[in-house]
């Protein structure tokens, strides 16, 4: 994961009161604010629309009474990175996404973006992190490659969630936690691959697979096919294996029953196109709707734009197999 950009607001406050006391807005080169006809809970404190540029950075959106953002707003940084998300006190905090500046290799454009919940501008709780390659200016999720991370953060970290990975027209799975390196490590973890149809459920230390089931699934019926017990060494190579038909009926079908389910799950709606649409609706939603500060006085924009911004809580799949599999 990349480390992303913080800048913060310096402005001449009182010389800003005085002139918008005067003439109910300050403007001059590079910074234009005004007073915003925003309702806030607290009608004692006033807030602020603003338009403002410093060393290439624009903000665009929301200023609390000390001239600090507080609420939704557009920041674009001078390297290239946008955030287009909520403030409180200057900084990332409740929901918004993060993209850092596209880079183009040779016929391709290969983005990365963080979508979710933010706290003292470190990612935190629930949110998205993607990793896109495609070919530059299309708008295929076919033509499309990318990696991401559904799931829990803290400190900035990756805790627990549902890694997809999609390459072509086949897609992998990994459902669990992560240590603080960053690394696979859970005694109840998920893999799924589409290649072959095949799950995985047990213990990884480290990204290495120790030990657990492997199933292979019949892709028309979505039966069990195949089914053994296996064991590897820390460097992934197999040690012993042990195949149904010398497993406990009972532990087989338990297990078959609930690893059937798991796939189901997973199956049943199209959560790396989704991902991906809600990527491109929130850059063309930048790119074309947010040119002024005035549509963050726009109660139907601030509306799209709060839905906008949480819309990675929706159609999750690592809540959806935490909820429906884990009950």
């Not at 603003?50 to 940084?77: A, H």
């Not at 460097?235 to 406990?248: A, P, R, V």
């Amino acid at each position: 994961m990349k480390s992303s950009t913080t800048n913060y607001i310096e402005i001449d406050k009182s010389k800003v009161m005085q002139e918008i006391n005067e003439n109910g807005q300050y403007e001059d080169n590079n910074i234009y604010i005004k007073l915003s006809e925003i309702e806030e809970e607290d009608e004692s404190q006033n807030t602020y629309i603003t338009e403002m540029t410093k060393n290439n950075s624009l903000f665009i959106g929301v200023l609390n009474d000390k001239f600090k953002r507080e609420g939704y707003g557009l920041n674009n940084f001078e390297n290239g990175d946008k955030y287009f998300g909520y403030y409180e006190d200057d900084q990332r905090s409740k929901n918004g996404i993060y993209f850092w500046n596209p880079e183009t290799k040779g016929k391709n454009t290969v983005s990365e973006c963080y979508f979710g919940n933010w706290k003292n501008n470190k990612k935190e709780k629930n949110g998205i992190y993607l990793w896109l390659t495609e070919p530059t200016n299309s708008n295929s999720f076919d033509e499309a490659n990318f990696e991401a991370f559904v799931g829990e953060f803290e400190d900035d970290m990756y805790k627990k969630g549902t890694y997809l990975i999609k390459e072509g027209d086949e897609y992998y799975l990994y459902h669990g936690r992560f240590d603080r390196a960053g690394r696979k490590s859970d005694d109840s973890a998920y893999f799924y691959s589409s290649k072959n149809d095949r799950l995985l459920h047990g213990r990884i230390s480290r990204d290495v697979f120790r030990n657990g089931y492997i199933y292979v699934f019949d892709s028309n019926s979505g039966t069990v096919k195949d089914m053994a017990y296996a064991t590897f060494d820390k460097e992934g190579n197999l040690i012993d294996s042990t195949y149904k038909t010398n497993l406990l009926k009972e532990d087989r079908e338990k297990e078959e029953k609930s690893m059937s389910h798991f796939r189901n799950i997973i199956l049943s709606v199209d959560y790396f196109g989704y991902i991906y649409s809600k990527f491109k609706d929130i850059y063309n939603f930048i790119d074309n709707e947010i040119d002024s500060a005035d549509v963050f006085e726009d109660k139907e924009k601030l509306a799209k734009i709060n839905k906008l911004c949480n819309d990675y809580n929706f159609n999750n799949i690592y809540h959806d197999i935490e909820k429906k599999h884990k009950k």
